[in-house]
């Protein structure tokens, strides 16, 4: 094809270079007179075109070239097999941040068209080459650790993450360490998160498995320091090393020591450590020190405070569960039993109850939910129901002999005690027992004052009612029972007057939190954020660290090491909010909040209630 004509016309095959074109005869050969625009226009309209599918279609034509080996100009070669891939590095390092660097910058490869790739299997170049003209590649059961390998030293990190989705679906008992391992050797942080965090769900089935035997010691102490491992009781932890200890005993032996040092051993019970640490243990002098400090745990509960580790902090899964029955809401009663997983920190509605229940008493027997006395909205009640935790039915048992709201309910001996309330007409100072062979209640010593909305606990052995309502004035003294020599003494007054307060217990200390005071010259309500704490020995209340604000009728109970504080009223709004107190770093942090707000409820550490595992 000529560009020209020479001195004559040009031919039908050239190409006309003149600025005025002839056209099919309907226009003048000068067309200088005519315009595409109307006349005295003076903006300028210009609107951008865009085809669709232009960069799909140019990839398809780039991937043409390569499959007729056309403008090619760089072969890879695999190192495993030597198979050769030709390749454009234009579309190579608009695909991989490795290309990249290797072709724009002044790497030797830059210049080279031959580049071996060492370790990189020939099909799985192929397939990544492939991907990087289409964004389509095929993951398999066969080729995905290849496959993931490859696209992690090439940097494609949307081929990462769809093998990594894959692998993570491929999760089991009996090979989520392998593929942790390999996560983390490929340092592919999602993939050995997601496994990880599998590892720690599926505990228990996970160590029943064959590569848990096979963890190195490292890998061992890794595993049980994670805080979020899902198990029942620590006892699963220690039967859990003894497993990996057996499995190879005379290499690993010396281990155990170092291997208990990450067992909570002072949350075991005394007789689980007397009938199976000790005994394995033998004469290893490490690892009984570690008992022993279990055994101080216990033994000295006035001192834990200054006893913390991390061995004495509970296991999210070890804690059990909260349970948030009945109490007042906007619609002025409510009547779902909320629970509360610490693992999740999520509020879940377990079932209802059988009605409206206010200012009443829970304890917790077994795996039986005791609800005692209190008002159904209308009328003071003596009723006693239990809530079977393994069916979530409901039954009645034999009623109180007094009816009872505002009473306080405590579990002290294996029996049950209700404390003082109101029958609707008077203020009361009865106690009542309840004694689960004979199933009957029986009256005990009447405490010393009337006390309506007291706090009740139990500490040392002995029942303690902290505060309350007396006729028409809140009282600061607390009085404390000893079922021994059936009587009540009092105890230092509180440092304030307090009525609808959340009492609990923990470390060998009696908490007062929050409540309420008129005073006789405003008859409007006075609400507490203020905490202060018993202590037995020396008979007397400190002020610690307060609420986040005021409430009262709120409920409190020790769960874990900490105590929590769960709804409440503040004045104006019944309140879905929970906050947990940390005795060692004297500071309340919110939990997650009920499902709705709730004043005058009742809370109960539900344990964990699965048979130990045994050792085999």
């Known amino acids: 094809m000529s560009l020209s004509g020479g001195s004559g016309s040009p031919s039908k095959e050239s190409i006309s270079t003149n600025s005025s074109i002839e056209t099919n005869g309907n226009l003048p050969r000068d067309s200088s007179r005519f315009s595409l625009f109307s006349a005295g226009s003076s903006t300028s309209h210009e609107e951008p075109y865009q085809c669709k599918g232009h960069a799909e279609h140019s990839l398809s034509c780039m991937q043409s070239y390569l499959q007729s080996g056309k403008l090619c100009d760089v072969t890879l070669i695999a190192g495993n097999n030597g198979k050769r891939v030709q390749a454009h590095r234009l579309v190579l390092s608009a695909a991989s941040e490795y290309f990249a660097v290797m072709f724009t910058g002044n790497l030797r490869e830059a210049g080279e068209s031959e580049i071996t790739l060492g370790e990189v299997n020939g099909d799985i170049l192929q397939s990544v080459v492939n991907y990087c003209y289409t964004g389509t590649i095929e993951i398999r059961e066969d080729n995905v650790e290849s496959l993931l390998s490859t696209a992690c030293l090439m940097q494609l990190n949307k081929v990462v993450e769809a093998c990594s989705s894959f692998l ?25 998160q997601t496994a990880r965090a599998y590892i720690s769900e599926y505990f228990m089935q996970v160590v029943q498995n064959q590569e848990f035997l096979q963890l190195s010691l490292d890998q061992m102490l890794i595993l049980l320091a994670r805080e979020d491992l899902n198990v029942i009781s620590e006892e699963y932890i220690f039967h859990s090393v003894i497993n990996w200890v057996n499995h190879d005993h005379a290499n690993r032996k010396s281990d155990i020591a170092q291997l208990l040092s990450f067992v ?11 009938d199976n640490v000790e005994p394995y243990v033998g004469e290893d002098l490490s690892s009984h020190k570690l008992i022993m400090e279990a055994y101080r745990w216990h033994l000295l509960p006035e001192r834990r405070l200054q006893m913390v580790n991390s061995r004495t902090k509970p296991r999210k899964a070890t804690l059990g569960k909260l349970l948030v029955v009945g109490g007042m809401d906007k619609f002025k009663g409510g009547t779902d039993i909320e629970v509360y997983d610490p693992r999740s920190d999520k509020w879940e509605i377990l079932c209802p109850t059988t009605g409206r229940r206010l200012q009443f008493g829970i304890a917790l027997m077994g795996d039986k939910l005791l609800v005692v006395g209190g008002r159904d909205g209308l009328k003071t009640m003596n009723s006693m129901e239990c809530l079977d935790l393994k069916t979530y039915t409901w039954s009645q048992m034999p009623p109180l002999n007094t009816h009872r709201h505002g009473l306080g309910v405590a579990l002290l001996g294996g029996t049950l005690y209700a404390v003082g309330g109101h029958d609707g007409w008077s203020y009361l100072n009865t106690v009542e027992r309840w004694d689960p062979t004979s199933r009957t209640w029986s009256f005990v010593a009447p405490m010393q004052t009337q006390r309506c909305s007291a706090g009740v606990a139990v500490l040392d052995g002995k029942l303690y009612a902290v505060g309350g309502r007396e006729s028409s004035s809140c009282l600061k003294s607390v009085e404390c029972y000893d079922p021994h020599t059936n009587k009540w003494t009092m105890c230092a007054p509180l440092t304030r007057r307090r009525s609808a307060v959340g009492v609990a217990v923990a470390n060998g200390y009696l908490y007062a939190i929050g409540g309420q005071d008129p005073p006789s010259s405003n008859p409007s309500y006075v609400r507490f954020s203020c905490v202060e704490r018993y202590d037995p020995s020396t008979d007397s209340w400190t002020i610690i660290a307060s609420l986040s604000g005021k409430r009262d009728a709120v409920a409190a109970c020790l769960f874990g090491n900490c105590l929590v504080a769960v709804g409440g009223y503040d004045g104006a709004h019944y309140l879905n909010t929970v906050e947990r107190y940390d005795p060692i770093t004297n500071e309340w942090t919110y939990l997650a909040p009920l499902n709705m707000g709730r004043a005058g409820a009742c809370v109960v550490a539900v344990p964990n209630r699965e048979a130990t595992q045994t050792n085999e």
């Open 264 to 274: 909570k051993l002072p949350l075991l019970s005394p007789s689980f450590l007397t």
């Open 168 to 192: 993570a679906n491929q999760l089991h008992p009996s090979n989520c360490f392998g593929i942790a391992l390999f996560a983390e050797h490929l340092h592919c942080p999602t993939l050995l």
